[in-house]
């Protein structure tokens, strides 16, 4: 999934795999995922790849997008097991935004932090610059990929 915004601002997210491959028949530990980020920042630029998300919770977070897309009344906030990664539906006025927020292990190695929330690290992208329906296209592109396993 990618999002960027004409000020440069860019998010990629991928699922490398699962954290444990092997263990196909535990309905927590199988659904674990290795997500990698790239981050263009007007602080910097880094990727990381660490097992934030479940396989549900990328599902959820395809949903909230489609929501969006289609003008539909939503939770203002993503927020996973995880707290690495955290998405907000922003009313400003300038307009709606998302912003993309950024904890512990999905931060850089130069803005590390032993704490969450720490709210100090994110991207904001106008919404009429996204195409969220196509967003959540791709992350069940990767759904397909890595199904939820052992319910």
């Not at 601002?9 to 444990?20: C, H, I, P, R």
């Not at 959540?136 to 592109?141: C, I, K, P, S, Y």
Request: with cysteine; glycine share 6%; proline share 6%.
């Amino acid at each position: 999934m990618r999002l960027s915004s004409s000020g440069g601002s860019l998010f990629e997210m991928t699922v490398e795999g699962y954290q444990f491959p092997d263990i196909q028949d535990e309905p927590y530990d199988s659904n674990w995922l290795l997500i990698r980020i790239h981050v263009v920042h007007s602080r910097g630029e880094w990727t990381t790849v660490d097992p934030c998300l479940l396989t549900d919770e990328l599902e959820d977070l395809a949903k909230w997008f489609d929501a969006i897309a289609q003008g539909k009344e939503v939770e203002k906030e993503q927020n996973f097991t995880e707290p690495n990664l955290r998405f907000r539906l922003r009313e400003t006025p300038e307009g709606r935004s998302l912003r993309v927020h950024f904890e512990m292990e999905s931060r850089p190695s130069w803005a590390e932090s032993g704490a969450s929330p720490e709210e100090d690290l994110y991207l904001d992208f106008p919404l009429a610059e996204l195409d969220l329906a196509h967003a959540a296209e791709e992350l069940r592109g990767e759904m397909v990929r890595y199904p939820q396993r052992a319910a």
